[in-house]
């Protein structure tokens, strides 16, 4: 890893007090991105005065800074990382390493907390339940939609993520789930971060959050529901094959409730209940 470069991707509104303080902490041979997404505080100006690539993405959204991140990225590996300080950049070589030596795809840190206060509960179980649902809908044993993240560059744009709101994390597991890649975690860990919360920080920021999360997870359901049924029309006929009904194409039995799906490798996809998966969060 001496030779490698990585740009590391960080989505900033009014992070000023922070930021010193994540770029110093990122190691040698790591870029930092600083994506401004609307600042009022001189965060650009701090950015730029510690050695960051700065860039302006006026469209608001954590997805949309994001993206702009991307575009601007250059090097072979791209790494996200919040810049309120919860995490810790000097983490980021471990993540790099499992990508780089074809272990994964795409390495996830999963937040362990620090510190008391670093996870405010309401966030904290709302992760849990939207994790249930992920681990349900991709069959990856993941725990945390944790926002460190690492990923071959190219893999990633070619991944063409869509969503410029809270659902990115989530859209570029389940497109990365679509495209057969390997995902997986493992632990950092979470501190109290520097600065107010822009998003899991409040109860509005988690339940918009949550709302786009959960309307990402109902697309690729139905995506995946479909492709299903075009397999299975599109496979030869026989005698014991019987023919789709009406509840097939609707993802949904003669009592309303959502069946599992096939994808076209043959594997299992389970239905995703949110109740069901509060009750397993709880449990």
């Known amino acids: 890893m001496d030779d490698m470069t990585v740009d590391v991707i960080l989505p900033c509104l009014d992070e000023a007090d922070a930021l010193p303080r994540v770029i110093g902490r990122l190691p040698e041979g790591f870029r930092a991105i600083v994506v401004d997404n609307g600042s009022t505080d001189g965060s650009a100006e701090v950015a730029r005065a510690h050695g960051a690539v700065v860039v302006t993405e006026p469209r608001r959204g954590f997805g949309s800074a994001c993206a702009a991140g991307l575009a601007a990225a250059t090097a072979d590996f791209v790494a996200f990382c919040d810049a309120d300080a919860s995490m810790d950049p000097a983490e980021l070589p471990g993540l790099v390493e499992r990508v780089a030596n074809g272990r994964v795809d795409l390495a996830l840190g999963r937040r362990v907390p620090t510190a008391r206060g670093a996870w405010a509960p309401h966030a904290r179980f709302a992760n849990r339940v939207l994790a249930v649902l992920m681990r349900r809908a991709t069959g990856y044993r993941l725990h945390d939609l944790g926002p460190m993240r690492v990923m071959r560059r190219e893999q990633l744009v070619a991944l063409d993520l869509q969503d410029r709101r809270s659902g990115y994390p989530l859209e570029m597991v389940l497109a990365a789930h679509a495209a057969g890649l390997r995902v997986d975690e493992s632990d950092i860990g979470y501190a109290q971060r520097i600065g107010d ?63 599992a799906g096939t994808d076209t490798a043959g594997s299992r996809t389970a239905a995703v209940s949110a109740p069901a998966a509060v009750e397993e969060v709880r449990s």
Not at 216 to 240: G, H, I, K, V
Request: proline residues 3%; charged residues 30%.
């Open 197 to 259: 919360s822009k998003v899991t920080g409040t109860l509005r920021g988690t339940v918009n959050a949550v709302r786009d999360m959960s309307r990402l997870l109902r697309e690729y359901r139905s995506r995946d529901r479909r492709s299903a049924l075009e397999a299975r029309l599109a496979a030869p006929t026989s005698t014991d094959v019987r023919p789709v009904a009406a509840a097939d194409i609707a993802g949904t039995d003669t009592a309303g409730a959502e069946t």
